[in-house]
């Protein structure tokens, strides 16, 4: 499975402000130094797509970009990010909230997450949001890449294990590598099938 286009459709800063639904989406988030954007760009072939920045929190507005012309790839904005006011970031966190629990056409949220590192507290808190709000979503390890296998596998395993302290159902995973496009062809075929 490939994607053979993608299109920027739009920026929204509100979900007042998204397009109409007529396809569905998948939405990507995680924090913001966790390569979101070199993710999207590998994915879908193109290297300006979503903007690389070395600046963490560079994406401030819910982007909509069409792929295939069957359905939706969304970049949020990312949690816990640095660098803007304290308002501003609780502006964003609150968009965010608001599109994930509400947004109708929403198919599943891929939560990227730095597969070198333990499990951070701020992924594990927005994850296990998720769980209780019982919103579909799906783990992208990025970065597999760079670190020994075994420690990648340890890495996710502790995930999982911290995640079983409160849902017993286990959501799609996915070791990616935004660098080298390990695990690319899994990761779409899942968006593919929704």
Not at 1 to 22: G, N, Q, Y
Not at 90 to 112: K, M, N, P, Q, W
Request: hydrophobic content about 40%; some cysteine.
């Amino acid at each position: 499975m490939r994607i053979k286009s993608a299109i920027f459709e739009t920026s929204a800063p509100t979900l007042a402000d998204c397009p109409e639904v007529t396809m569905p989406e998948c939405a990507f988030i995680g924090r913001s130094n966790v390569g979101k954007s070199s993710l999207l760009n590998m994915l879908t072939g193109k290297k300006d797509l979503a903007k690389v920045s070395a600046t963490p929190g560079h994406t401030k507005m819910i982007n909509y970009f069409i792929i295939n012309n069957q359905w939706r790839m969304v970049d949020l904005p990312g949690y816990g990010f640095a660098k803007v006011k304290k308002e501003q970031r609780d502006f964003f966190h609150d968009v965010i909230a608001e599109y994930i629990s509400a947004r109708e056409g929403l198919a599943c949220t891929y939560v990227i997450l730095d597969a070198t590192l333990t499990p951070q507290r701020i992924d594990l808190e927005f994850v296990q949001w998720l769980i209780q709000l019982r919103l579909p979503f799906a783990l992208v390890f990025n970065k597999i890449d760079r670190g020994k296998p075994n420690a990648i596998k340890k890495n996710i395993e502790l995930f999982q294990n911290e995640m079983s302290l409160w849902t017993t159902a286990q959501p799609q995973i996915f070791p990616v590598s935004a660098k080298t496009g390990s695990g690319a062809g899994a990761l779409v075929e899942s968006m593919q099938r929704l």
